[in-house]
């Protein structure tokens, strides 16, 4: 982790505790997690104690306290999904890579979410990787799509 | 500026473009090109269109012919065929499935005829990414005319005339919301769009972005001046990349305009619009937790009084409205408070965005008149259920709404009906469930949802959604009592009475409405052991009929192929069996048997 | 870009309404090609780029043109139908570049039918 690039980012935001989230975003968007050094930094420049930084790490989905895999498996679990069988799906990625929801793969390649409406409802089931969205997607289809990224 | 004799619509919104819309614009182009039609045919990327189904889809324009399901190796054809030889092509027409006649002109659709376009009055006709555009439909006359002939409290009697109600779920007079604001102790003032849509299966105001920003934009600028705020923000859900890239788009121009920022058209008026980006928490589509997540800090709620009129943001008066209610502000003005009021019903005027999803033929996003009735939106406009296949119940509202019962179909829309059948208008999902929905599987999904999202600040929402999930669970594993019924209800309404937001309040609405008008598949579920709609997996064994998958079937091999775990053995003219210690109910074999030898017991 | 005043409106607004009208499907006329293959090999491109010219060069802005296949009557190609708001359409024949140019001063501009170069009056409609 390279202290500069943090405090690139932090510079393109106001030195304000109200910036707070919008810089963790981009130190995820950066690392695909928040290094724990990389808050310290924040916090430090912002002038606010580490548990605040923490208890926003812990309370939003966008943020991960563990280093993602390098593609993020996203399987839609809205309503339409759902009823169109998405936790199949899910269990089925689980499964081929021997993952469960919320974690990423031993050799840091997938990390795999669930994720509520892509708003893609029209091609449910949905499951985006990385910037890819496929839809109307099948237990048949899934090991194929996988491999495109192995 | 030489005109162009025909413009291509192309749909843009986030469902085609995952369809490749944008592949199909590029062949387009290029068709267009080599046959030498480039200055007489433009290609346009619009919005969202609204009908998902069709998608990727096209418009032709001036003679309104609606293209769906394109394929790049179509393209050649279409262009030669239609733009150079006048003749338009009838096997890309939508068809309807029930006289597979093609209709060339979308407005003959059914999925459009009974649509009334204001928040989305400019689906499909302009580029979003083009300001002048927008401003060629009249946009932002809503503002020049607030700033050259009226005052901020007649803006807000128009509003408050006009009838409006917020789009966003509960429904309050958005007129008598700004009139509190504006009257609100303080000189500094803001107001806030709510882009937060959390709810499952609710997708329009990512599509009013996507396809209209600068209509969300207008009417925010009105409401400040309305209301005297100086400052905007606009709250956008993390997962909707394309329109978050387009609003940024539009705010860009706006303020290059002189239509945002200092001295709003020459005039003293100034109001400036910051973009804050969600985390990931529905528990902040709640205005307390919004207001806290923009400070950047812990989306938690907090009990209300005060509410945000008098001191929301960093202690500040603000008003916030979501995506949609800001999208109806400048037609509003533009129009008049009369116009708007006659449409709709007595206490909800105007028309609503639906999304409409499930399992039903046109999924898409329509814009109804308040007052329609369910059974015209399912049956009319979207085409009724797929595959002959009965219709069982619509889920409105999200997970804060409830299930609305095959007979209860011609219920009008409008916030009271709803609310008296158990549900809510809420910000406007509308999933459609058939006869193969189990209901006690979707009272349970919900729950997951709600029980994932709630913030656990106070502990009837946290414990006791946990518990009634818990509950549900296991009436589907086939494990509930008699008991678990009655626990069920008590405890769905100690939540309903003592949680702290509208989150925990409504949360248990699935549940009861599930009970109330399905309590036969409950006590299937309990007393039976038996899913009748065949969701619940534990309950479920699937077993091939040796007789017919032999003698019929011919032991063709189908369902052993396509078994993702390889649970089925079998060979040619000889019946498949199933390992039922592998078998993981994922119900294909079942889908693929063309003989029916497969059976769910 | 400058900051707009309160006139600058109403001129985009204007910059753009032939788009937005043909878009709408709103003008007050409609002029329609027609360019089935015959046609076209009679010169209806030709009579589409003339019009096309006319309209920029006098920047009209409610008259949509567009295109249709074989009007089923070839041997008097190029042929195009003149079709204003709430009056019958008009079928011209034989058409040439002058012809054309004509037709839309006096019939698309100012009302008058050209019964000279017209086939029919009424006989369908375009749209």
Known sequence: MEKQKVEQIIAKHKSEPSALIAILQDVQEEYRYLPE????????????PLSRAYSLATFFTAFSLKPRGRHSIKVCMGTACHVRGSGMILEKIERDLNVKRGETTDDLKFSLDEVYCLGCCGLAPVVTIDEDLYGQVTLVKMPKILQKYS | MRPFRANLMICGG???????????????????????????????????????????????????????????????????????????????????????????????????????????????????????????????????????????DEVIKEIKDSGLRGRGGAGFPTGVKWELTRAADGDLKYIVCNADEGDPGAFMDRSIIESDPHSVLEGMVIGAYAMGASQGYIYIRNEYPLALQRLLIAIDQARDYGLIGENILGSNFSFDINVTRGAGAFVCGEETALISSIEGKLGNPKP?????????????????????????????????????SEIGTETSKGTKVFSLVGKINNTGLVEVPMGITLNDIVNKIGGGIPDGKKFKAIQTG??????????????????ESLAKAGSMMGSGGMVVMD????????????????????????????????????????????????????????LANVIKDTSLCGLGKSAPNPVLTTMRYFKDEYLAHITDKKCPARVCRQLNTYVINAEICASKGHGCGVCRRECPEQAISGEKNISHIIDQEKCVKCGVCFDVCKFNAVTIE | MSKLKIEDLQKINEKVRQTMLLREGNGRARITVHMGTCGIAAGARKIMDTLLKIIEEKNVKDVILTNSGCAGLCSREPMATVELVGEAPVKYVDLTEDKIHKIFVEHVQDGKIVTEYALAVGSERTH
């Open chain 2, 14 to 152: 986030t469902a085609c473009v995952s369809n490749r819309s944008f592949d199909i614009k590029k062949a387009l182009e290029k068709e267009i090109e080599k046959q030498g039609l480039d200055d007489e045919i433009q290609v346009v990327t619009t919005g969202c269109n609204g009908f998902c189904a069709a998608g990727p889809l096209m418009v032709v324009q001036p003679e309104g012919i609606f293209y769906g399901h394109l394929m790049e190796k179509d393209i050649p054809f279409l262009v030669e065929e239609h733009f150079l030889k006048g003749r338009p092509v009838k096997n890309l027409m939508y068809v309807p499935p029930e006289t597979e006649v093609p209709i060339p002109k979308m407005n003959d659709i059914d999925f459009f005829k009974g649509q009334i376009l204001i928040a989305l009055r400019n689906r499909g006709l302009i580029d979003p990414e083009k300001i002048d555009e927008y401003i060629g439909r009249e946009g932002y006359y809503g503002l020049l005319k607030v700033l050259t002939s009226m005052t901020p």
């Open chain 2, 304 to 340: 209300r009084p005060p509410y945000p009129t008098t001191s929301g943001l960093w202690g500040k008066p603000t008003n916030i409205n979501n995506v949609e209610t800001w999208a109806n502000i400048p037609v509003i003005i533009n129009r008049g408070a009369n116009w708007y």
């Open chain 2, 435 to 490: 006869e193969t929905t189990c209901m006690v599987d979707v009272a349970r999904y919900f729950l997951t949802f709600t029980k994932d999202e709630s913030c656990g600040k106070c502990t009837p929402c946290r414990e006791g959604i946990a518990q009634l999930h818990r509950i549900l669970t296991k009436i589907t594993e086939g494990e509930g009592t008699m008991e678990d019924l009655e626990l069920l209800e008590n």
């Open chain 2, 398 to 415: 999200g997970p804060s709404g409830g299930c609305i019962p095959a007979e209860k179909l011609d219920l009008p829309v409008d916030y």
């Open chain 1, 37 to 48: 050094e990389a808050m310290a930094i924040v916090v430090d420049r912002l002038n606010i």
